[in-house]
């Protein structure tokens, strides 16, 4: 069974940090390209950043980049995204996804390419 379970969301005053983790299972964890995603209420869903398989390119969002960084640990099956820097405009449900995209940035930031999905953490930056 595929599981994605992120966590680490919170309350977080404009200009901290948090630092969101992402537990997989069920699946070959180091053969996936993992990214994460976000929803602001009334907003669609929208990528934030996504590594490929391997962790050797990286793609951002032009909102996030330079402010935001993922990192995985294929040994525990686990992706991380250590914001810092954080706006009230990062205010938003965080998901994190598993996919075998193919190609650059328009594939990595498209939804419909990633298999399995979590179930989402919220993050809420105060002003």
């Known amino acids: 069974q595929v599981q994605l379970v992120e966590s680490g969301g919170g309350l977080v005053q404009a200009g901290g940090s948090l630092r969101l983790s992402c537990a997989a299972s069920?699946?070959?964890?180091?053969?996936?390209?993992m990214g994460w995603f976000r929803q602001a209420p009334g907003k669609e869903r929208e990528f934030v950043v996504a590594?490929?398989?391997?962790?050797?390119?990286?793609y951002y969002a032009d909102s996030v980049k330079g402010r935001f960084t993922i990192s995985r640990d294929n040994a525990k099956n686990t992706v991380y995204l250590q914001m810092n820097g954080l706006k009230p405009e990062d205010t938003a449900v965080y998901y994190c996804?598993?996919?075998?995209?193919?190609?650059?940035?328009?594939?990595?930031?498209?939804?419909?390419?990633?298999?399995?999905w979590g179930q989402g953490t919220q993050v809420t930056v105060s002003s």
């Open positions: 996804a598993a996919g075998t995209p193919i190609g650059g940035y328009s594939a990595y930031s498209r939804s419909g390419k990633y298999d399995y």
């Open positions: 069920g699946f070959t964890f180091s053969m996936y390209a």
């Open positions: 590594n490929r398989w391997n962790g050797g390119i990286t």
